[in-house]
């Protein structure tokens, strides 16, 4: 990968960073992206294990994907990927995006079996409330 494409790449990371700060206060890019491991996500501090992908052609959102399963530490694994000049796609798997649809983190009337209101599970407020 040359040179450029690293830079697109980091460009990018700090764009999904300044994106989720307003829900993840502390996200930050990863170690790995300032030349440490590959030990960590792409981006930290969120209760996703996101890999984040910029390419002129058209990034492969699906190995993305299995790159974070492969890597993740328990989170959920998530994908954002970037063609040039086009919006970036979020992937995860189907049983992921449900589960965040039943517990009304992506549902405001919240889950009709768990009565769960639009609420956000407790292992995640650490990430919103910037205390982790």
């Not at 990018?12 to 030349?35: D, K, N, P, S, Y």
């Not at 328990?74 to 040039?84: E, F, L, Q, S």
């Not at 449900?98 to 990430?127: A, F, S, V």
Request: aromatic content about 8%.
């Amino acid at each position: 990968m040359g040179k450029s494409e690293r830079l697109k790449g980091h460009n990018f990371e700090r764009q999904v960073v300044h994106a989720l700060r307003w829900i993840f206060h502390r996200c930050a890019r990863g170690f790995q992206t300032r030349g440490g491991t590959n030990e960590e996500p792409d981006i930290t501090n969120t209760p996703f294990y996101l890999e984040i992908k910029a390419s002129k052609r058209n990034p492969s959102v699906a190995g993305a994907l299995e790159q974070a399963e492969a890597a993740t530490d328990g989170r959920m694994p998530v994908a954002i990927c970037k063609k040039d000049r086009e919006e970036p796609v979020v992937g995860m798997r189907m049983n992921h995006w449900l589960y965040m649809l039943e517990h009304g983190i992506l549902n405001p009337n919240g889950c009709p079996r768990c009565q769960h209101k639009g609420t956000i599970p407790d292992k995640w407020k650490d990430y919103i409330d910037g205390s982790h």
